[in-house]
């Protein structure tokens, strides 16, 4: 709502007011489309206002939708978008090269026009190498990056070829039965919420099977030294204790500025399973990267 200012009469020997710009109005959210590096519509919102700006980017197979309860939490402070990558949610999927370089251009594509001069890049697990392609192209106004439940394995070995293989031609083979146990076995504690799960499942089954299986090909073969060369911000996971353990020593002899952070009891999906430990975690390193001195 519009507020209307100086309905009441004016005292005839005050001066007019000088012209004054016009105080910040927070966005509401709304769609709004940019064009990627390669042509693809590339849906956002925009909510709340101030800096630094958070952007929320989500995992392989799922949608911005994802970051829900990050909105509400977060929208009084700062900035807040939140993206569908190509081929996901509302974006378009006229695209043949499903690589983390094309995702990382969707996201720099959507935050170009953009006033913000501090960017705080928030990645879900394929959203994690996505926001460090992400960073590359935004450069000085990227202050920092933020991984959730993902980097776990950066400087590890690759697994085996024929693990690789396998999980790949199981999506081929039937993408739906075989992406829906996999969610359900993988990614969640023994005590999660079994709706959740069900919701989960459901969705990343039912995404295009071609932009899925590209993508986690692309993921598996994505290369994370050369794209993290020129960052110099902090780049920080945020990660679950569920499976693979973050090795911060190991992760930190490859990105000399990562730390990370554990939530324990959490599953892969922890910002939407445990939302108001998440984003107390999440401020606590908003805080470290906005107010260093205070850390």
């Given at each position: 709502?519009l507020?209307?200012?100086g309905?009441?009469q004016r005292?005839?020997?005050?001066p007019?007011?000088?012209d004054?710009?016009p ?13 990627s590096?390669?042509g693809?519509?590339?849906q956002?919102?925009v909510y709340?206002?101030?800096e630094?700006?958070?952007?929320f ?14 909105i509400?939490?977060f929208?009084?402070r700062?900035?807040v ?5 190509a ?10 090269d ?9 996201v720099?594509?959507a ?7 501090q ?5 879900h ?6 926001v460090i392609?992400a ?8 202050v ?9 394995s950066?400087?590890?070995p690759?697994?085996?070829a024929?693990?690789?293989a396998a999980f790949v ?9 075989y ?9 969640f ?13 459901s ?5 295009p099977?071609?932009v899925?299986i ?7 073969n994505?290369?994370y030294?050369e ?7 902090p780049?920080i996971?945020i990660?679950?204790?569920?499976g693979?353990?973050?090795?911060d020593a190991?992760?930190?002899k490859?990105w ?8 324990t009891g ?13 984003d107390?975690v999440?401020e606590?390193?908003?805080?470290t990267?906005?107010?260093p001195?205070?850390?």
């Amino acid at each position: 709502m519009l507020a209307i200012a100086g309905c009441g009469q004016r005292d005839a020997e005050s001066p007019p007011a000088a012209d004054a710009a016009p105080a910040a109005t927070a966005a509401d959210g709304s769609p709004q489309i940019a064009t990627s590096v390669d042509g693809v519509h590339i849906q956002y919102r925009v909510y709340g206002q101030g800096e630094p700006t958070l952007v929320f980017v989500h995992g392989w197979s799922c949608d911005s939708s994802y970051w829900n309860a990050q909105i509400e939490a977060f929208r009084q402070r700062y900035t807040v978008v939140t993206v569908d990558l190509a081929g996901h949610g509302a974006s378009a999927r006229n695209r043949t090269d499903w690589s983390m370089a094309h995702y990382g251009a969707d996201v720099a594509a959507a935050v170009q026009s953009l006033p913000s001069k501090q960017i705080i890049l928030i990645g879900h697990s394929m959203g994690g190498p996505v926001v460090i392609e992400a960073a590359r192209l935004l450069q000085d106004r990227t202050v920092a990056v933020i991984g959730v439940d993902t980097y776990k394995s950066i400087g590890a070995p690759p697994p085996p070829a024929a693990q690789v293989a396998a999980f790949v031609d199981g999506m081929e083979q039937d993408f739906i039965g075989y992406t829906r146990g996999f969610v359900t076995n993988t990614f969640f504690t023994k005590t999660a919420d079994q709706q959740l799960v069900n919701k989960i499942a459901s969705d990343m089954s039912s995404a295009p099977a071609d932009v899925a299986i590209a993508s986690s090909k692309a993921m598996t073969n994505w290369d994370y030294v050369e794209p993290a060369k020129g960052i110099k911000v902090p780049i920080i996971a945020i990660n679950s204790d569920l499976g693979l353990l973050t090795d911060d020593a190991r992760i930190s002899k490859v990105w000399p500025t990562f730390r990370s952070v554990t939530v324990t009891g959490t599953g892969h999906f922890l910002m939407m399973e445990e939302p108001a430990r998440f984003d107390e975690v999440l401020e606590e390193q908003i805080q470290t990267i906005v107010n260093p001195a205070s850390s």
